[in-house]
């Protein structure tokens, strides 16, 4: 129905909105697709395996040609800074090897990293949805988050240069300077960055009897598991009373873990001829440290897995899935996940009302938290597992569980178990890989946003334990 439309300073007009007007015929415009940032964080890492793909795909990347699926396999393990492979690394041509070491880089960084560089270059400042995306793919919460991500990147140049300099000094007497060179350039993108890749298939074992390589590598391995925003935090601080909770729990876990695992891989061990029983006594030792800190997250291999004791793959288990830091390059539930299991835990059978950790109370959503990603990297291991056990009929279970254990975990340990997967196994532990770089809790908020509801119920009780 005709009604009347009066503007300031014109004259009134009668509108008839019964009939289209030229503005109501132009075609409606595009509404911007909205990705949460579990989504973006998803697919950029897919878009990167896709990458890796095609380019070691190609002819020049190979000696031996190599099919796609083996192809999206390495590219996955890189990205994912995982280090399991079905082919060896050196069947990769010098191109191969660098595309391999461009993609652990990126992968172990974080593309989000790199990302964020560019847009605070070219935008000056980020919007609402791109900050959200950035402080989660950074662990932080901080609004400083271009200076964050300089920092990171200047930690991960500055400590790969230093590693590469020691690993150069140690390799040139055994390779020449030429081949020395490339190898510290390659090894110390792969130990920062706990991807586990060396350039040929007998990875660390060459390297046993030269304790300070292994130690050199050890220490580049913890640099990048220990987390960004501890080594931001010591810098800026430098003493403990200023360090914050996740710092404090981030050090003393990852002292613990390593010395611990030490001590018992060399009790375990050392009368092993297979492993380290052939050693010095001080072999032993730095061949039990180097066991200690690659289990966790980096999956590097100084001896044969296949060959240690039931006790010491147990322990190799329990390393593998607790991990490293959270924002660091490692895997793995994290430290600081499996600490507040272990304080909830304690609170609860002490009867505490609050969950603490170095006097101060953890908060009921970040112990929730803590739980369903432990539960849930449980459940993924046992679905992967079990669908292995199908298609890998002649796998031992212990060796199908480590592999997968090591998958989920971006470790990339395996005791001799990779190179003789199905397809469809291939595919089981890709998707394993990548659900553990990026978390299974990510994956889950990918897969099925949580929805916050008001509506509250009675409380009841069940009988539990």
Known sequence: MPF???KKGDKPKIVDKSKPSAHDLEPPTKQRLHLSSPAI???GFLALIVMGTVLLSLPIATIQPISIL???FTATSAVTVTGLNVVDTANYTTFGQLVIAALIQFGGLGFMTFA???LTSLQGKMGLSGSITAQEALGTHSNQIGSTAKAVIKIAFITEGLGFLGLTLLLAPLKGLKDAMYEAFFLCISAFNNAGFALNGNNMTAYVHQPMISFIISLLIITGGIGFLVILDIIKHKRWQKFTLHTKVMVLGTLALNIIGCILYWLLERHNAKTIGGLSEAGQWFASWFMAVTSRTAGFNNI???QVTDASTLLTFILMFIGAGSMST???IKIGTFVVILASTRAYLRQHPQVTIFHR????????KSFAVMSTSILMIALAAFILTIFEPEGHLTDILFEVISASATVGLSRNFTPTLSEPGQWVIMFMMYMGRLGPLTLAYFIATPKPTRIRYPETHTLIG
Request: glycine share 12%; charged share 20%.
């Open 4 to 6: 009347r439309e009066v």
């Open 41 to 43: 964080l998803s697919l």
């Open 70 to 72: 083996a192809a999206a």
């Open 116 to 118: 964020i560089l560019v």
């Open 304 to 306: 044969d897995y296949s």
């Open 330 to 332: 490692g895997g793995g």
């Open 361 to 368: 109370a953890i908060s009921d959503h970040l112990v929730k």
